[in-house]
């Protein structure tokens, strides 16, 4: 029976600081394609932050900025937006006390010179400056450092990612309020002081159902496939929730399968377990 098959793509589809896919895990996807399924990218980058090369893959759509952006297609059936008052809501938080923020659009990414160097100055201890370089989010990123008008000119804002902030990531929590869901960053450092703002009621199992829905589906069709906090919602509301080696150990307590480390072929051997390819 054809399923729905949902892949993130940081430490599932691609190791982090690596925009190409193994071969293993293209052959993977083409032949469950040739098998009769669907495959959709599920991430919680917003769509301007999509590596190309995984954009020109022959995937049957997106969920991308952790739902607030689904497409089928070429056909976009959900757009989720902070809107303006939510937005100068994390401005006022968090927008001047050191934290480095980067806001998320479906076109763009916007930031400032002091935020941008927060960033690289994070990423830097993790990564190559030539991969910084080469990520979406640093190469083609809006630098904007007028706040005054911020929330007018992108009341479009899907998600936010942030790093090093002054607030731990539970006191950030109720300093949000209910609007928001904030969740640890995929990246490791620095813990627990670096993680994404979403929409309260706008995640990545909610994109799925999108999908589901629109494609006159069932939730019995669905598998997803992930490695991080923010797709805790994807593994549970898949009917089939597989993690990724490389996983945390509270990721993998929430998935129905656990498969090696994205590294050891992990992805196309949880597809051949599952008869998928």
């Not at 809107?83 to 001047?96: A, I, R, S």
């Not at 669905?222 to 150990?249: E, H, K, P």
Request: glycine share 8%; aromatic share 10%.
């Amino acid at each position: 029976m054809k399923k729905l098959l949902f892949f993130d793509i940081d430490g599932t589809l691609v190791d982090f600081g690596n925009s190409t896919m193994s071969p293993s895990t293209a052959d993977a996807l083409i032949n469950a394609k040739q098998n009769g399924h669907m495959i959709f990218l599920c991430t919680g980058r917003s769509y301007n932050q999509i590596y190309p090369s995984l954009k020109a893959f022959d995937f049957d759509g997106v969920v991308a900025a952790a739902g607030g952006y689904v497409t089928v297609g070429d056909k976009v059936i959900a757009h989720h937006v902070y809107g303006q008052n939510l937005l100068q809501k994390v401005l006022d938080t968090v927008g001047d006390n050191d934290t480095g923020l980067i806001f998320q659009t479906k076109d763009k990414s916007i930031t400032n010179h002091k935020w941008t160097d927060k960033f690289i100055s994070a990423f830097s201890k993790q990564f190559d400056m030539h991969v910084i370089q080469d990520n979406p989010t640093f190469k083609d990123i809006v630098i904007d450092d007028e706040l005054s008008s911020f929330s007018n000119r992108y009341a479009d804002v899907e998600s936010t990612i942030y790093c090093n902030c002054n607030y731990h990531i539970d006191d950030l929590r109720k300093l949000l309020g209910d609007e928001f869901v904030v969740t640890l960053s995929s990246f490791k450092e620095p813990e627990p002081y670096s993680g994404e703002i979403t929409l309260r009621g706008v995640n990545k199992a909610t994109g799925i159902r999108d999908v589901v829905e629109f494609l006159h589906m069932s939730q019995a069709d669905t598998i997803g496939f992930g490695d991080g906090q923010n797709d805790f919602d994807m593994l549970r509301y898949c009917d089939i929730g597989v993690a990724m080696g490389n996983s945390s150990d509270e990721v993998k307590a929430v998935a129905d399968i656990v498969t090696d480390d994205i590294k050891e072929d992990g992805l196309k051997n949880a597809m051949v377990h599952l008869g998928l390819v």
